[in-house]
């Protein structure tokens, strides 16, 4: 749950680096937010408008620990437009959030754990 919060509490820090953890932390945790308030807003026949809420909410923290997480792994945050082009755009963002982070420092800064990978 840290890695969670410590993404909401950097939510607009688009600089430095993400490790693949504090990455997959968040998107499982956010993963799993999001189908309890799906479950909850369905229970009680709601149209929606919770999970619109919390996702305007997470969309900027999202956003900046996924440049972070591009980062780590040596690209430009503008890689993030590559989620635009459907299908293979996805895929290939997927593919470098799953790829290791680059050892020591990068352009971006030093290596999230501290050391080397």
């Not at 437009?81 to 290939?92: F, K």
């Given at each position: 749950?840290?890695?969670?919060?410590?993404?909401?509490?950097?939510?607009?820090?688009?600089?430095?680096?993400?490790?693949?953890?504090?990455?997959?932390?968040?998107?499982?945790?956010?993963?799993?937010?999001?189908?309890?308030?799906?479950?909850?807003?369905?229970?009680?026949?709601?149209?929606?408008?919770?999970?619109?809420?919390?996702?305007?909410?997470?969309?900027?923290?999202?956003?900046?620990?996924?440049?972070?997480?591009?980062?780590?792994?040596?690209?430009?945050?503008?890689?993030?437009?590559?989620?635009?082009?459907?299908?293979?755009?996805?895929?290939?963002?997927?593919?470098?959030?799953?790829?290791?982070?680059?050892?020591?420092?990068?352009?971006y800064g030093p290596h999230p754990s501290g050391g080397a990978?």
């Amino acid at each position: 749950m840290n890695a969670y919060t410590d993404v909401l509490r950097k939510y607009t820090v688009f600089s430095g680096r993400a490790g693949r953890s504090e990455y997959w932390m968040f998107y499982l945790i956010n993963l799993v937010i999001g189908f309890v308030i799906g479950f909850v807003e369905t229970l009680f026949g709601s149209p929606g408008i919770l999970g619109a809420l919390y996702g305007l909410a997470v969309l900027l923290p999202s956003l900046a620990v996924a440049t972070r997480r591009l980062h780590d792994t040596g690209r430009s945050g503008l890689w993030l437009l590559l989620a635009l082009v459907p299908v293979i755009g996805i895929i290939a963002l997927i593919i470098f959030f799953i790829q290791d982070s680059q050892p020591g420092s990068n352009a971006y800064g030093p290596h999230p754990s501290g050391g080397a990978a």
